[in-house]
Each structure stands twice: as structure tokens, then as C-alpha cells.
């Protein structure tokens, strides 16, 4: 505790030093210390594990010049540090450690957003959320929007430079394909933007994450054109309504849709009114009228029997608040960033590239099945279309052709008990493991924004890590680890599951 205080002062002072205010710093001796660490908190299971350790301050930067100050003064003073933009990291990496002394960084005032006069580009800070991007650009305009994520209170730090997948994948790539400028602090705590990085720094952050790289403070995003009107709509089916041929026959020509179309499969289990079954939702938009769809859907995938009462018109901007479930509600919702559910959770992730067969199919419902009190929702999300002509290496993000979809195994549960926690846990991995043979191998690939501290070997040992990197990444890790050396050879930005750096020889 004695050292934990003389770093903190130290910090504080060289703070104050550079910013002349102290005003945005909270110690654990402050009175709003767990008010503002618990402000964004997603997932409560990391606060109440006995394992978990809280940062020593809270620095709320309001300016660029005091994230610098931040990231130059912590150096100093021997203090990791966490940047934390919505929340949502799926570790809790953002706002927890595993033991080393460290502040978080929280960018929430860092959340301003311009949009040029001819809607074409946007400069949108790290600290605002998807909801409030969403909002700026297209509450007064019908025909622009941005390719990104349906969960509204998720920061776009993460985000962005994670991949950003959502509805729009199909149509114009990740958030990180739009993204053609950004403003990151270095470990040196120098501000730079696209030039001044550099273009293999500007290469990693789009899908390679920034945790391991620096702070970006702002993104430079290309704003894409949709039409006025678009329709949405969800069909629900069941196994006795041949769920498992639909999903089935989904796997293969899902990534073939025209891109205008986006249906993703979210199957969990439930009741048909007398047995314990698996419940399927095809929740879907276009990118155009209804009666467009229908034609397109009579084409395509006709088996689904989609009808005209089925479908909804609306704008762009109401099929975020209809994917978000907030149908009905104000599009001032998009504002509210406060965390959406008083609970704990965990997500793993899988990418196929090969239909997992019918008989495939009923095995996985079968295990679902056979579970107890084991909520799980699997989701599986369509590529193809503009994700098959983006070259894998073009930017980190790798997942391009030869990709059928991803799924996200996704647990929520609302009990506080660490017994209760483990055994969900405990599931979730066994689950991972029977799913082995039918996703991807050789690599295993996993989406960086869905994080699973279960994956590597050797944890937060980076050396093993980079062996294990290489060993199943190859071309873009070692891009990576390279761009890691040049940029922070130092490792000053790391955590339990950044990127080591690989030695550059001068």
C-alpha cells in the first residue's frame, strides 16, 4: 500500500506538472473512486473475483494533451496502463489487471463527433459509443450510415480497432476497412496521426486492436450511403418447424445473398409448448422496400417462407434501434450509454468455413439440450460479399474469403455467486471443445473483439505467446509483432493478451 501511494503521487505530480490540474484524477482515497470505476462496467463477474486487481487511480482525460500526460507520466512512475472507451471488453482487460499496478485511462469525455458538411467523412473520438455515432451522422439524414456493431453502449475505441463487424459487413467491410485516418499517443506520449504513424502502425490498429500499440484518441471514418427506406423483419422457427434444414441450407447460401441482404441466425434453446427444443431467429434486414425483398427472398431463400406481413419498412437509423431491440422506442435511446444489464457473462468465438452437416447440426442442439441452467445463445453472423474481395493481409483484420459466417457463443447470467460463475465457465469450455470439428482448425480463428483470456498458451508469458502466435498466425501476426517492436519495444502497452513485441534489428 506504501508503494502503491508513492507511485501515485509521483504520477499525480508529474500530471499536474504537465496539465496544471489534477481535476480529472480519482484515487482509491477519492469519494467517487467506485462510482467512476463502475460507470461502464459490463461484466460484473470481474469485479467481485478475489483475483482481480483495481487500478490505483482513474484519469478521465477531457483533452488530448492529458491522455499524454497520462501515458508519459505513468511510464515515469512505473504504472500500466488500461484505456477504457465503452466498457465492453469481454476480459474486463480495460478495467481490470491480473496483478501489475496500473490506472485506467477512461476516454468517456472523449466523445465528441463532427460530421463534414457533405456527409462523406466523420471524426468521431474514442470515447463515444456506436449509439451516439449512430445518432450523429443519421438522425437528420436517412441515406448515410457507418458499418458497425448492433450493441449501442460499446465504445468505438475497441471497436474500431478490434474489426467492427454488424449488418453492414456484407455491404462495405469492417469499421476498420472505413477507417482512412486516426489521432493514436504514443508510448513516448508523442500525439500522431495517419503520416506521423506511419502506415504499418496505421496497418495494425485496423483489426489488430490498439491495446498493444498506444491510445488512439480520435478516428478519421468513411460514411457509406444506404438507401431511405429499408426492411427489416425476424421469423422464428422451431425444431418441429424444421429449424435445423433451415439453418442447414442458411450456412451455404447466406454468404452468397446479395449483399443489399443480411440474415443472421440466433438459436437458443426453448419451449414449443409441450417439449424442450431449440428456437431459431432469423434476424434480417435489406437494404431496400419490402417488396424488393420478397423478391429477392423467393430467389434466394425461398424455404424460409417469408411473407408480406413479415416485414417492416423503416429508415436505417430504426433498423439499428430494431437489431438493438429497442423497436418503437425513440431514437433517443441511441444517447444512453449507461450499461445495459446488472450482470456477468462470457463469449467465445468460432469462424466456418466448411456447412456444418444436418446430422452436425443436431448434435450441437443435442448438447445444447442436454444442459442445465446453461443459458447459451450461439450467433451466427454471415460474411461473403464485400468481406470475399478485401484482401486478408490488407489490413489486421484476417477473416476474408473462404469464411462462411462466425458464431459467438454468448452466456449471460445474473447470479453473484463465484460457484455459480465457475460452473458457467467451466460449460462455456466444454462447449468450445465439442464445437472443435466443426469450425475452422489449423488456425482455430477467433474475432479479437469477442476476447477469450482461455486462448494461447502461457497467458501474459509474451515470449510463449509469440510462439504460439507464429506458430498458428503466421503472415499478419508476424506483421504484428513486428509493428509491436518498431512502435513499443519497451512492451509499455500490454496486457494479459496484447501482442509481444518482436526484436528489430537496427
Same mark, same amino acid.
Given at each position: ?27 482509491? +482515497?477519492?469519494?467517487?473512486? +467506485? ?7 459490463? +461484466? !460484473? ?23 499524454? /500526460? ?18 465492453? =471488453? ?14 485506467? !485511462? =477512461? ?73 482512412? =485516418? ?40 468513411? &460514411? ?29 447460401? /447466406? ?25 431459431? &431467429? ?34 436505417? &437509423? ?13 431514437? =433517443? ?13 462470457? /463469449? ?6 466448411? /456447412? ?145 513485441? !518482436?526484436?528489430?534489428?537496427?
Amino acid at each position: 500500500m506504501i508503494l502503491s501511494a508513492s507511485i501515485n503521487q509521483s504520477f499525480i505530480q508529474c500530471f499536474i506538472s504537465k496539465t496544471n490540474s489534477s481535476q480529472n484524477i480519482y484515487t482509491t +482515497n477519492n469519494i467517487s473512486y +467506485n462510482t467512476v470505476l463502475q460507470s461502464s462496467v459490463q +461484466n !460484473l463477474r470481474f469485479l467481485t473475483s478475489p483475483t482481480t486487481t483495481k487500478p490505483t487511480a482513474i484519469v478521465t482525460a477531457a483533452t488530448h494533451s492529458e491522455v499524454q /500526460a497520462t501515458v508519459t507520466c505513468s511510464r515515469l512512475a512505473g504504472l500500466r496502463v488500461r484505456v477504457r472507451s465503452g466498457g465492453h =471488453d469481454y476480459e474486463a482487460m480495460s478495467y481490470v489487471s491480473s496483478g501489475e499496478l496500473f490506472i485506467i !485511462l =477512461d476516454l468517456v469525455k472523449l466523445s465528441s463527433i463532427k460530421v463534414d458538411k457533405d456527409f462523406a467523412f466523420a471524426w468521431v473520438e474514442t470515447g463515444a459509443t456506436l449509439g451516439e455515432l449512430y445518432y450523429a451522422i443519421a438522425k437528420n439524414n436517412r441515406t448515410v450510415a457507418f458499418p458497425a456493431g448492433v450493441c449501442l453502449t460499446v465504445g468505438v475505441g475497441g471497436h474500431f480497432t478490434g474489426g467492427g463487424i454488424g449488418t453492414l459487413t456484407r455491404m462495405y467491410g469492417t469499421s476498420a476497412d472505413n477507417m482512412v =485516418d486516426a489521432l493514436l499517443v504514443n508510448s513516448d506520449g508523442k500525439l500522431l496521426d495517419r503520416k506521423a504513424m506511419g502506415e504499418d502502425l496505421f496497418w495494425a490498429i485496423r483489426g489488430g486492436g490498439a491495446a498493444s500499440f498506444g491510445v488512439v484518441v480520435s478516428f478519421k471514418i468513411k &460514411l457509406v450511403s444506404v438507401p431511405a427506406t429499408v426492411t427489416a423483419f425476424n421469423i422464428n422457427r422451431n425444431l418441429r418447424q424444421n429449424a435445423t434444414e433451415l439453418v442447414e441450407r442458411w450456412q451455404t447460401i /447466406a454468404p452468397k445473398f446479395d449483399e443489399k441482404l443480411f440474415i443472421r441466425v440466433i438459436a437458443q434453446t426453448g419451449d414449443d409448448g409441450s417439449n424442450k427444443t431449440i428456437q431459431v &431467429l432469423f434476424n434480417s434486414f435489406y437494404l431496400g422496400r419490402r417488396d424488393e425483398l420478397l423478391s429477392v427472398m423467393k430467389k434466394s431463400f425461398p424455404e424460409l417462407g417469408l411473407k408480406a406481413e413479415d416485414c417492416t419498412e423503416m429508415s436505417w &437509423l430504426e433498423s439499428v434501434l430494431f437489431f438493438s431491440g429497442n423497436s418503437g422506442k425513440s431514437v =433517443d435511446v441511441l444517447l444512453d450509454r449507461r450499461p445495459e444489464f446488472n450482470s456477468s457473462f462470457k /463469449a467465445k468465438s468460432d469462424f466456418v468455413k466448411k /456447412a456444418i452437416s444436418k446430422e452436425g447440426l443436431e448434435k450441437i442442439w443435442e448438447f445444447l439440450l442436454e444442459a442445465k441452467d446453461e443459458p447459451l445463445t450461439m450467433i451466427m453472423e454471415p460474411l461473403g460479399g464485400r468481406m470475399d474481395e478485401i484482401s486478408e493481409s490488407a489490413i489486421a483484420f484476417p477473416h476474408r474469403k473462404g469464411n462462411l459466417y462466425n458464431i459467438q457463443y454468448f452466456m449471460r447470467w445474473f447470479e453473484t455467486d463465484s460457484v455459480v460463475s465457475e460452473r458457467h465457465l467451466g460449460w462455456m469450455r466444454k462447449m468450445y471443445e465439442f464445437m472443435k470439428p466443426y469450425v475452422s482448425s489449423q488456425p482455430r480463428a477467433a474475432y479479437y473483439n469477442y476476447k477469450d483470456i482461455d486462448l494461447g498458451e502461457g497467458q501474459g508469458r509474451y515470449s510463449a505467446d509469440l510462439v504460439w502466435g507464429a506458430k498458428y498466425f503466421k503472415g499478419n501476426f508476424k506483421r504484428l509483432a513486428y509493428v509491436k517492436g518498431k512502435v513499443d519495444s519497451v512492451n509499455f502497452f500490454r496486457n494479459e493478451q496484447s501482442i509481444p513485441p !518482436l526484436s528489430i534489428k537496427h
